[in-house]
């Protein structure tokens, strides 16, 4: 048996014993950050990750789930892809990246990198169930979901599936060829009445460690207008980096690697206002969670 077949089969309970299940998971985790976005490219699972390991470093307990079937960097980005995952008897232990910092992927349940999931709509909502309910999150200031791009059975199963509080960041680059994608987003958003966030831009111009020069590589101010045009707020502005590249492909963090930088400066303060954001994290919990069923 594959790791993607037993994963998919250990979730035989019941339609309210499931319902139980992901209601108790959910309601000891204070807050649930669904990261988002309109576009592959953009860098939103460099941003989930850092926007993981950013409260984690200041002592929150986080989470980190990997919903990207598909394209599952997480493992890669926090140099985790050898992981293997345990289990209590009864639930999924994630790993422990790092002090307070819990990660489940699909990526842990892939046994040859070459490996594709052709999987139907039913069968992912089914796996993000599982990765919601089986798994043993525990208690957890923060958990949060990397999507894939677009807003297709992942994001819209995530939105159904978390529960409140919960909130979107939605990531795009300032060019408008990205903004028109992510404004479909934001858009998805809203009808899958997922709370958002904000707008954060990535790859906001460039500084030539050299000689100092700023450069507007993919245009400027692209997600800042956007933020604006759908009254949305406009979560600031993360520069292009090649040291973000090194560390991704080194399997390090640039809030680790180099904390003096603007990258690193920009997640730690997009953190912190996050967290001050009382108007996110004061939802009401609807009456009920739906755990079952195929994607609206």
């Not at 985790?29 to 939103?44: C, E, M």
Request: net charge negative; glycine share 10%.
């Amino acid at each position: 048996m594959s790791h993607h077949e037993h994963l998919v089969s250990i979730g035989s309970d019941p339609k309210e014993q499931e319902d139980r299940k992901l209601r108790e998971r959910m309601a000891r985790i204070r807050r649930r950050l669904v990261v988002v976005s309109g576009k592959g490219g953009v860098g939103k699972s460099t941003a989930a990750a850092n926007l993981a390991v950013a409260p984690s470093s200041v002592g929150h307990r986080v989470g980190l789930l990997d919903v990207d079937i598909h394209g599952p960097s997480i493992p890669k980005i926090l140099g985790c892809e050898g992981a293997s995952l345990d289990s209590d008897g009864e639930s999924i232990l994630p790993a422990m990246v790092r002090d307070r910092l819990a990660l489940m992927s699909i990526g842990f349940l892939i046994g040859n990198k070459t490996d594709a999931f052709i999987w139907r709509g039913p069968m992912r909502f089914k796996v993000i169930q599982q990765f919601l309910s089986d798994v043993a999150w525990g208690d957890l200031d923060y958990l949060v979901v990397d999507c894939p791009p677009g807003t297709g059975d992942e994001p819209l199963s995530v939105a159904q599936l978390v529960g409140r509080p919960a909130a979107a960041v939605v990531v795009t680059t300032p060019q408008e060829l990205a903004v028109a994608d992510v404004r479909r987003c934001l858009n998805f958003c809203q009808k899958a009445d997922l709370a958002i966030a904000g707008v954060l831009e990535n790859m906001s111009g460039y500084v030539c460690p050299q000689c100092g020069v700023h450069s507007d590589l993919f245009g400027a101010g692209g997600g800042q207008r956007l933020a604006e045009e759908m009254s949305v707020p406009f979560l600031g502005r993360i520069p292009i980096d090649p040291r973000v590249v090194g560390c991704g492909d080194a399997g390090t963090c640039i809030l680790d690697a180099h904390p003096d930088s603007q990258a690193a400066e920009g997640y730690l303060a997009l953190a912190r206002s996050l967290h001050g954001r009382e108007e996110l994290w004061n939802q009401a919990e609807p009456a009920a969670v739906a755990s079952s069923g195929t994607p609206r």
